[in-house]
């Protein structure tokens, strides 16, 4: 009987020290591909404002017809741009969610640059429905590829491990 919980413990045992990382808490390094991502959020993050800028400097040379639809773009830009900070903030800080919030900031990007391109076609808002496309195929080129690394990668799950 002795040698039965013997073996049970070994079992016990050899489980615990298989167990991957992420049940320890201890977050693995930002590296691999992920450096990627997290260059994407630094540029990302300073392009972001950098256009909001150059967008306000300009919005007063935009013929009056143009003001509603930019006001518009401006409003949804802003919206994903906070979204790109507060993603950032969860990514740098390994937080457990973080790979969640990237894949929700890949599709709302998606999402609002598909129905920003059907309003500026609608308004016939040419200049800004070419802005929004560009956008809309560019970050749903980049989710095909991150979102399947986000969902399946090892790293990923060992990473991203902090409460």
Sequence with gaps: MSEDINRLLEI???AATSAPEDSTGTPEKIGGW????????????????????????????????Y?????????????????????AIRFFGKRRNAPATMIALMVAGVLVNGLLLLINIGADAGPFAVESGTAMVRGAIGAAIWIPYFLVSKRVKRTFVVR
């Design 34 to 65: 992920l450096i990627l991502p997290a260059f994407g959020l630094i540029v990302g993050g300073i392009l972001s404002l950098v256009g909001i800028v150059v967008s306000l400097d300009v919005a007063s040379e935009l013929p009056g017809r």
């Design 12 to 14: 016990d045992s050899a």
């Design 67 to 87: 003001q509603g639809i930019f006001a518009l773009n401006l409003l949804f830009d802003v919206g994903l741009s906070g979204f790109l900070v507060y993603a």
